[in-house]
């Protein structure tokens, strides 16, 4: 919770210096992304009684809508649905049915970056996140949603005429994580920070 709260004061006080700093603006954009998903479970299973095997299975998509300022400073906002995290076992001590997270995520960041003269922008992200972890069975894992952070880095690339006038498309690769803990109420086990995170290709149009 800490973290987050940092975060957000960080958030907000970079967007205040760099829209009073603006000296153009791009307006909204709209696009959407497809990736891969990973996850990092911070060694949630690995005190079980038999083996368990956590696994990304399906592919990342999201939805982006954001407000450029200027060159340097973008707020951004985004759907995320990493698709099935799968827990499964080959042991036949293993409880019977399937159990499953389908995370989705709704994050507000901050997008800070450069626009060259060229077109090409690199950026980072960093903001917060609300998640929902969507679990097959309810509540394993003590809290089925909560708060978390989101960062990230990539290269965007808004082609341009040459009347030096840019188009209303861009295309982005980026990576992007979200951190979060996760409070089991098991004492061996304790709290376990995980990580969600995709590398991906993005389309965004501008208005």
């Known amino acids: 919770m800490k973290t987050t709260m940092m975060v ?73 649905n990493y698709g099935d995290i799968n827990f499964s076992s080959p042991s036949p001590l293993y409880p019977s049915g399937k159990y499953s997270w389908t ?8 997008n800070l ?9 690199p950026f980072g992200i960093m903001g917060v996140t609300s998640i929902d972890l969507n679990e097959s069975t309810q509540n394993i894992s003590g809290s089925d949603n909560g708060g978390g952070v989101r960062y990230g880095f ?26 979060f803990t996760i409070e089991t109420g098991v004492s061996e086990v304790g709290d376990k920070d995980i990580v969600l995170d995709s590398y991906y290709v993005a389309v965004n149009f501008r208005f």
């Open 8 to 80: 957000t004061t960080a958030l907000m006080s970079v967007l205040m210096v760099n829209t009073a700093s603006a000296n153009e603006s791009r307006g909204f954009y709209l696009g959407g992304a497809i990736g891969t998903s990973g996850i990092d479970d911070g060694g949630l299973v690995e005190k079980s009684l038999v083996p368990i095997e956590v696994k990304a299975e399906d592919s990342t998509y999201k939805i982006i809508a954001g407000y450029q300022f200027n060159n340097i400073a973008a707020i951004e906002a985004q759907y995320t």
């Open 113 to 121: 970056g450069y626009t060259f003269a060229n077109g090409i922008r």
């Open 103 to 110: 995370p989705t995520i709704l994050s507000l960041s901050a």
């Open 154 to 179: 990539g290269i965007e690339y808004t082609p341009y005429n040459p009347y030096e006038t840019y188009i209303d498309v861009s295309f982005r690769l980026g990576y992007e994580a979200d951190y």
